[in-house]
């Protein structure tokens, strides 16, 4: 059974940092494409960030491009987020996903989802 379990959100302050963290189980992460999205209250489900099986590959949305930087570890089958400069508007619950293909995670029409991360940011 394919797990993904994302870790590390939080209530941060503006201009403050996270980092989450999302670990997979049931599956080899090398063979997969990874990303991660965001809910805000009230809102549809959001791209944030895709890195592609190798690392060599990843996108980001334009919102967070610069502050944020998305990584993985294939030997450790976990993927992360780097989150600087956190403003109010990133407050949301992440969500870790993952996929055979790009495009449908790009999409947001990935097989496998974490059960989210809630992130605050305060002003």
């Known amino acids: 059974q394919v797990q993904l379990v994302e870790s590390g959100g939080g209530l941060v302050q503006a201009g403050g940092s996270l980092r989450l963290s999302c670990a997979a189980s049931g599956l080899t992460s090398s063979n997969y494409e990874m990303g991660w999205f965001r809910q805000a209250p009230g809102k549809e489900r959001e791209f944030v960030a895709a890195i592609n099986w190798s690392g060599g590959r990843a996108d980001y949305a334009d919102s967070v491009k610069g502050r944020f930087t998305i990584s993985r570890d294939n030997a450790k089958n976990m993927q992360y987020l780097q989150m600087n400069s956190l403003k109010p508007e990133d407050t949301a619950v992440y969500y870790c996903?993952?996929?055979?293909?790009?495009?449908?995670?790009?999409?947001?029409?990935?097989?496998?989802w974490g059960q989210g991360t809630q992130v605050t940011v305060s002003l």
């Open positions: 996903a993952g996929d055979s293909a790009w495009t449908r995670l790009r999409s947001g029409g990935s097989r496998y």
